[in-house]
Nanobody
């Protein structure tokens, strides 16, 4: 089991940047495949990015590829989402999530952090 806490959200102008952090509890953080998801009001939750256990493999939704970068620091039990060139359509609550392998469901979720991009 792992507990996740997101931070770093806020209000930013279109074209600006934010870096989200997700701090994980426990001593087995490196055993988890991590992902970022987001949910805008009235919309379904959507996948944003994922990173494998070692950090050597990443994958992005087409809507954010080239603008967002997911990374992790296993020594700090933290996963990051660097968001550049933000657009109003990026406005959502962002959640980090963990799973035991790339074949498993995401079973562990943070509380979410609000990102609002103004035009």
């Amino acid at each position: 089991q792992v507990q996740l806490v997101e931070s770093g959200g806020g209000l930013v102008q279109a074209g600006g940047s934010l870096r989200l952090s997700c701090a994980a509890s426990g001593r087995t953080f490196s055993s988890y495949d991590m992902g970022w998801f987001r949910q805008a009001p009235g919309n379904e939750r959507e996948f944003v990015a994922r990173i494998n256990m070692s950090g050597g493999s990443t994958y992005y939704a087409g809507s954010v590829k080239g603008r967002f970068t997911i990374s992790r620091d296993n020594a700090k039990n933290t996963v990051y989402l660097q968001m550049n060139s933000l657009k109003p359509e990026d406005t959502a609550v962002y959640y980090c999530a963990a799973r035991r392998s790339e074949y498993a469901r995401y079973d562990y979720w943070g509380q979410g952090t609000q990102v609002t991009v103004s035009s």
